[in-house]
């Protein structure tokens, strides 16, 4: 049983894995961002499923179809807003990590990908939330057992860099 992670520069929506993981709202309605860019290159069968979920609460994550992406599922994880940092903002990305890690397994997929979820529209500095997504992933994946791939696509380079260095 291992744990193997892999933080990469790219489009998430390019990456073939089991699972890849939107940085979804709570209504699940769409929006910018990666949200945007995951329906826009998935189809509409992830925002039929999306319309019966009846949203996903903060902290929390959900999975439906992943459409015409290579993955088998895509999973909404719900980041928090960030309000400063004395909210709960730490736990509540935690739990959005923990929570998607957890769906994944059950839906028994091996490879996972991640972005930097509450990072882009939520505000969320990076430089904090890129050792809570790491440590909070491989922690979950490891409790879960099996070999588990995890993939964490950042955007720009600036962003990798960050993940690098907190790696
Ligand atoms: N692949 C990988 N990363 C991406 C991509 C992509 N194609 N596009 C953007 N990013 P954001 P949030 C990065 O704003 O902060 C939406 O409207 C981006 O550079 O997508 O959790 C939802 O519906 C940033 O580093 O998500 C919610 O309402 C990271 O993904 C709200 O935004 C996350 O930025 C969620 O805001």
Known sequence: ?????EVVQGDITRIAVDAIVNAA???LRGGGGVDGAIHRAGGPAIMAECRALGGCATGDAKATTAGDLPARHVIHAVGPVWHGGDRGEDDLLASAYRRSVEV???LDCSSISFPA???GIYGFPIERAAPIALSTALAAAGAAGGDRLLVFVLFSAGDLE???AAL
């Open 1 to 5: 049983m291992s744990v193997e992670v």
């Open 25 to 27: 709202n709570e209504g």
């Open 104 to 106: 994944a397994v059950q």
């Open 117 to 119: 979820i509450s990072t």
């Open 162 to 164: 960050v993940y690098r």
